[in-house]
């Protein structure tokens, strides 16, 4: 298991950025038609990046499967802010010198770059409230990268323009000008609007059914591919031996185990065995069931010989319960059955169930409700930060609600292609508040100031929108199939967001 861990943090943080940069800049220059366009946007990222992990060395921040994946997050995010500033300037260099250029169009987007920044950063930030450490670090490490990449965006890219000369194809602007980018017929967005007004309507309406089935799961085997070395050992482990991951059932007492007490756990233990989930057990009981070798004697010899140590420590005897499954719903509801059949034992027998399934399961839980609580406070200071911008409800409502939409939409898709909702997929929904307030901002912002948002706005949206879908996408190749589902159900959940704000937001 570590050298698949091992050979995926290496993947994410040395094979993937180079691509995903080269993969960004192939798509930008279908929208600029140059060179050193398409590629300062990527550019600022990467340094962002780089920046962002001399800092984890710096301050120690220990590279694993999650922080690892920090620079991939920042190289497919961050270049939408770089993105929106050059197509500006392009604009603007088709009438006024490089200079005077580069100040109006840091001028016109400076606010809602900052703006989106403030809104992604908050959406990684809300990691804070989960109870695992490494996704705190994630949280940290992408939320200082996002504003690192400003300095990138509003400092680096102004030098290399001045420095490159760049300048604008004559026939950049006729063509943009035309939408010919625009795979919609925003012509006929009208009806486009009133097809998508109604599919959200039947969504909200069966998600009132659908959302509920969403499974709340969690096996840490499923975070590696079918094909993997973990997954082929769990198998046939599996297969072989009818068991990979064990559940354990401790039972206590404060005075020396008896005979009687035997008498009382093999009775137990058969019972156990009984259950169509279990494929057997491993315990001292063992000793007396196939040697008639009696458990005080078995407590006695254990006092001085440590292979026992296993079975019996003192006045607790540990039973080993094979079960042929993983995930911790499973062993959750087995977990409840042994104890319903304890519950028939001595008083003096104490008995506990345990087993890393059961605290998995528990943390499991305890990250749902953090995240819960994060989703929340990051709507929240969406919408208070929109009020705060556009000074009315109205305005502020239809900002927020291609988020809102995008969000019962990612917890649909996750219930209908059965996708569990655990710990590294509750990330999501926060990551897609965070990315779609961005067109939101960008489009509000148009209107705001009377900005064609058609010509202007929604290409450089959708050119973004496909640089995001396409690199999350990639991350569907990552030898984990954990950073698989989540590029996957953001890569859906962007695409949906796209369209909820150009449709809502643009019209």
Known sequence: MDFEIDRAVWILSMIYPPLLFLLICGIYYLRFRNVIAAILPPLSAILASIWVY???????????ILTASAGVFLIIITPAYGLHYVDRLMVHLRRFPVNIAIKKATKDEWRPIFLSAITTALAFLSFLFTPLEAFRQLGIIVSIGIFLSLVAVFVVIPMVVVIANLRLRNDLGSRWDQGRWCFINFGK???????????SLIMLITSIWIIPRLEVNFDSFSYFRGNSQVRLAAQKAIKDFGWAIPLYVVVEKTSPFTMEDQKHLINFVEKIEKLKEVTGTISALDFWRYYSIPLPLVQVLSRATDQLSDFLIGNTLKITVKAPFTDSKSFQRLAEKI??????????????????????????????????????FTLLFIFALMLVIFKKLPRSFLAVSPVMLTLIFNFYFMSVTGIWLEISTSIVASILAGLVIDYSIH???????????????IPVIISNS????????????????????????????????TLSAILLVGG
Request: no cysteine; glycine share 12%; aromatic share 8%.
């Open 189 to 199: 967005k009208k009806y486009w609007r009133y097809g998508f007004i109604i599919a």
């Open 466 to 497: 496909m640089g995001l879908i396409l690199g999350f996408l990639t991350m569907t190749l990552s030898p984990m199939a954990l950073y698989a589902r989540l590029g996957i159900l953001i890569a859906v959940g962007i695409g949906f967001g």
């Open 443 to 457: 489009l509000m912002e148009a209107k705001k100031y009377g900005i064609e948002a058609e010509k202007q706005v």
């Open 339 to 376: 104890r319903s059949i304890g519950s028939s034992l001595p008083q003096d027998l104490h008995l506990h169930v345990a087993g890393e399934p059961l605290a998995m399961a528990s943390l499991n839980e305890k990250v749902m409700q953090s995240q819960v609580n994060s989703v929340i």
């Open 54 to 64: 001399e800092l984890m060395g710096i301050v120690g921040i220990p590279l694993n």
